[in-house]
């Protein structure tokens, strides 16, 4: 607070507790010089909820005493130290590999809280959106294989291998609906049933193509959802 607001302030206490005002001149000079001297980096008010005469009549209410500088400024730290207990550090958006850049932004941002410049930052968030690089480290990691071994093992798992395709293509997941043909579950490949000559299953061996029946199910399926 300047010393014009110094004096506003002590106007309002005034009329709020006649007996610290002060009617002499020079009287009121020396009070506003003094409570200026302890109060000059107090602000008089900020966009997030300090409001020195908040302070005062909270202090007139609850104090048979006359109010004093100090517990205008006791009231401020009361309030600075609040509003740092609930802050949480807003990971910086400077480069992380610069640490004077993060640390200055971090300490910037942390004294715009206790000074109520800023309001504080309540949870832990990404404020500045997704990292730059965060589209390539979620293909990367997205998936419990990364893609170039997913590429390598294609061809011993064809069936998982036809199956991701399909759905990078944007064709309907013939997996995603159990077979009627060979009733496999969904999820689970195709399987060929070799019948012997006595008319006995003799081979139950997974196909790489799904049945085409299923197949018919799953574009269906896939129908109905686009026009739902
Ligand atoms: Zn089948």
Redo the contacts with the bound molecule.
């Keep these: 607070m300047d010393r014009r607001e110094v004096a506003a302030v002590l106007a309002y206490i005034g009329r709020l507790d006649p007996r610290t005002a002060r009617t002499g001149t020079d009287e009121a000079r020396a009070q506003i010089a003094q409570w200026h001297e302890l109060l000059h980096d107090v602000p008089f008010t900020t966009d997030h909820g300090w409001d020195v005469r908040e302070a005062i009549r909270a202090h007139v209410l609850d104090s048979p005493y006359p109010i004093l500088p100090v517990d205008v400024a006791r009231k401020w730290r009361a309030y600075r130290r609040d509003r740092l207990d609930r802050h949480t550090d807003p990971t910086p958006a400077a480069d992380p590999d610069n640490p004077a850049a993060w640390r200055t932004e971090l300490l910037g941002t942390r004294h715009a809280v206790a000074t109520g410049m800023a309001a504080p930052s309540t949870h832990r968030q990404l404020t500045g959106g997704p990292h730059r690089d965060i589209d390539a480290r979620l293909a990367a990691v997205g998936s419990s294989i990364p893609p170039a071994v997913r590429a390598a093992l294609a061809p011993y798992r064809p069936a998982r291998a036809a199956r991701e395709a399909a759905v990078a293509a944007g064709r309907p997941d013939a997996l995603s609906v159990p077979?009627?043909?060979?009733?496999?579950d969904k999820g689970e490949?195709?399987?060929s049933r070799r019948l012997g000559l006595d008319g006995h299953a003799r081979g139950n061996a997974p196909?790489t193509r799904?049945?085409p029946?299923?197949v018919d199910l799953a574009v269906a399926k896939l129908a109905r959802q686009e026009a739902a």
Excluded: G
Aim: proline letters at 14%; one cysteine or more.
């Design positions: 077979c009627r043909w060979c009733h496999a490949p195709c399987r196909r799904p049945h029946t299923r």
